[in-house]
């Protein structure tokens, strides 16, 4: 409804209504001056007569008075503000420059040029406003050209997936490196083109490594090369995946890069072939050279001088010949190995991949153990080559439980993989080699993964009477995480001369039959009883006397208090990282069902158990289990240096340490220092629980001794 008709029905209905109660007032008041006789006449007195006359005469009037107080409004306020309306209407939908214009009294000019200016300053922010939106548009537009260059200029496929693998981007070169026209565009599966089993490795490392924050330290970061083919297996890829992560860093896509190999691995393959042919098929010749000899050598009808000449002669271009095949043999291997794509990781992600394969067929069951090394390798096909190697053992010996682990030797890293059984004979295994693996770019077979990680196996029986079957692998580079920072103070409980006897079904148990959780903590600070908080706790199972890296225990706390950056320095933990991480009381009952029935151990467990019972109350649950200190067992073993600091006691036993001053890190060099004490303390003696407190008692007492002295 119209703003000047709504404002001409108000003024109607008050004059209507100011008439109708005149003429109630009138009416009540001549009653009652009929009723109180105050009328002249009130028999003959007509009250309607004088209501009519005199109430119309007074409403006419007041009608007048209203119209003219109506059309005085109109002119001065309803007629320009229906004009202002409109006008605001019109710059607001219509033309943004529009100045509403008052031609009428000039009572409201200041409404109009207030009006005007708010158009005005409106328009110019508009103007404004589409300008920087101009702006903006340009300079995306000119970002995207440069993007699209870039990647139409790139080498390489770049493709951007979403967890689901669909494409998000792609640059055209990525149809070349696949070959492919079709079948490929967005929102489609990558995993439609190219071999699934490598990208889906590669992701599992990566989301691994940041699940356990050690992207942050690796030089890679979030990033992993690896070997792939197309889907066709005509073409082989070398490929780079980045996972994109969100700002919680949880992942939320990945970029990967293709370059086609397939060229450069054929020429590689004729030439490994020559250099075979050149040098391994050289060795016929050479063991029938030696045999010649040696049947000359024996040859009684030459004389002694000439056949002694002769002999040296035939005996010295043998073995010099001999010596230029061996070492070019070692060259093939080197060149082979340092063509292929590898990279430096963990062992513990590689054999937990290894581990994952067969845990979800659920038909062998292989357990990860022994403390991670670091190894350089190609990740899938050593992956493939293993799960290969243990479903022929299991074929061959009808085993279906294996152990596999790393151990570090002079020069190289070795896996291997044990079970209950006897060795397989080396014929069996030569056989193994020549079959080709499922899954390898380029069909590559058992010996050919070898020949390339500069690799030959062997089955031999461990010193502990299993059976296992060894896979050199070449060392990778340690990727150092720790700084140089003091030992954490050593600290002693003298209540632990307290701790109660084991359980009698427990206590006399050989120590190398016993279940173990090996535990550490990171806090705030060294003192618990004045505020400081756990930040992490982590711990790792030693079962039958193998460390089992595939079953642990690793959380981040949020402490409830801000982090000290002195405490930072030490452990990496940063405010943000434990922001959103559950409080000690919910993570603690978790721990305690991780543990169970173990003993526990710690390196100066004094420190670590004083911060844990002092949030046992509010966590609902009681840590009543063994303890074993390798400081403490560390000062009887080696009795003869004051030096008990957990990197001292791991140099002193060889135990590999990386991500120091991290729980999980720690918690794993601990295992691994005990591992290597348990051999000592049998050579002293030292064979079951009871008698391990025992003798951590009396170191105790030494302690406490001293203290007071």
Not at 453 to 470: F, K, P, T, V, Y
């Amino acid at each position: 409804m119209k703003l000047r008709l709504i404002f001409a029905l108000a003024f109607a209905v008050f004059a209507l209504v100011t008439v109708a109660i005149i003429l109630a007032l009138l009416w009540l008041i001549f009653d009652e001056m009929a009723q109180r006789g105050e009328l002249a006449n009130p028999e003959v007195f007509d009250g309607w007569s004088y209501l009519t006359s005199y109430g119309a005469s007074a409403g006419l009037l007041l009608i007048a008075i209203t119209a003219a107080a109506w059309s005085f409004f109109d002119l001065l306020v309803a007629l320009p503000l229906t004009s202002l309306t409109r006008g605001l209407l019109t710059a607001l939908h219509a033309n943004p420059e529009y100045q509403a214009q008052h031609e009428g009294p000039t009572q409201l000019n200041h409404l109009f040029r207030a009006a005007n200016e708010i158009l005005r300053r409106l328009a110019a922010h508009r103007q404004e406003l589409l300008d920087a939106m101009a702006a903006a548009t340009a300079q995306v537009e000119k970002q995207k050209h440069q993007l699209e260059a870039i990647l139409m200029n790139l080498q390489e496929g770049v493709v951007v997936c979403n967890l689901n693998n669909q494409v998000l981007l792609y640059n055209q070169h990525t149809l070349k490196v696949l070959h492919i026209s079709t079948d490929f565009g967005l929102g489609r599966s990558l995993l439609t083109v190219v071999t699934p089993e490598p990208i889906a490795t590669a992701f599992r490392r990566l989301r691994l490594r940041v699940a356990e924050g050690r992207h942050h330290q690796h030089p890679m970061g979030a990033t992993t090369r690896f070997v792939c083919a197309t889907i066709d297996g005509r073409h082989t890829l070398h490929a780079q995946m980045t996972l994109i992560l969100d700002d919680a860093g949880t992942p939320a896509g990945y970029v990967i890069t293709l370059d086609d190999i397939t060229e450069e691995l054929t020429a590689l393959g004729k030439r490994d072939r020559l250099l075979r042919e050149a040098t391994e098929g050289l060795r016929a010749p050479v063991a029938n050279l030696c045999a010649a000899v040696e049947m000359q050598a024996a040859n009684p009808d030459m004389d002694v001088t000439s056949r002694r000449s002769f002999d040296d002669v035939v005996f010295k271009e043998s073995a010099a010949l001999s010596e230029t095949v061996n070492q070019l043999c070692r060259k093939y291997r080197d060149a082979i190995t340092g063509h292929w794509p590898m990279t430096d990781g963990s062992s513990a992600t590689l054999l937990e991949l290894v581990a994952l394969r067969f845990r979800e067929a659920a038909e062998i069951t292989v357990t990860v153990v022994d403390l991670p090394q670091w190894v350089r390798c190609d990740s899938h096909s050593v992956v493939l080559l293993l799960e290969y190697l243990i479903r022929c053992i299991s074929d061959c010996t009808k085993i279906k439980t294996f152990d596999i682990g790393v151990e570090a030797g002079p020069r190289q890293i070795y896996i291997d993989i044990a079970w209950q059984g006897d060795p397989v004979l080396a014929a069996l295994l030569d056989g193994w080699l020549n079959i080709i693996l499922p899954g390898t770019p380029g069909n590559l077979t058992a010996r050919d993964v070898l020949d390339h990680h500069q690799s030959e196996i062997w089955s031999d029986r461990r010193s502990n009477g299993l059976a296992r079957l060894r896979v050199p692998m070449i060392r990778g580079q340690i990727v150092q995480t720790e700084s140089e920072l003091p030992p954490r103070p050593e600290f002693y409980d003298f209540s632990l001369l307290q701790q109660p006897t084991s359980s009698s079904h427990i206590a006399e148990r050989p120590l190398k039959s016993l279940d173990y959780v090996v535990f550490d903590l990171e806090t705030t600070g060294l003192k618990p009883s004045e505020g400081d908080e756990i930040v992490s706790i982590a711990g790792v199972r030693i079962v039958n006397g193998r460390i089992l890296t595939g079953e642990i225990f690793d959380r981040l706390v949020n402490p409830g208090r801000l982090i000290p950056k002195t405490s930072t320095r030490f452990h990496g933990i940063t405010d943000e990282m434990v922001q959103s991480k559950p409080p000690i009381h919910l993570v603690l009952p978790q721990f305690h069902q991780f543990v169970g029935d173990a003993v526990l151990i710690a390196h100066d467990a004094a420190f670590d158990l004083k911060f844990i019972q002092m949030k046992e109350a509010d966590s609902g649950i009681h840590f009543d289990n063994p303890v074993l200190d390798t400081l403490l067992l560390s000062v009887f073993l080696h009795d003869h240096t004051p030096a008990h600091h957990l990197d001292a006691i791991a140099d002193r036993f060889g135990v590999q340490t990386s991500a120091r001053h991290t729980a999980l890190g720690d918690a794993l060099v601990t295992a691994g220092i005990f591992m290597r004490m348990l051999e000592l303390l049998e050579e002293m003696n030292v064979t079951t629980l009871s008698q391990a407190i025992a003798v951590s008692s009396k170191m105790i007492e030494a302690k406490e001794r001293q203290r007071q002295l």
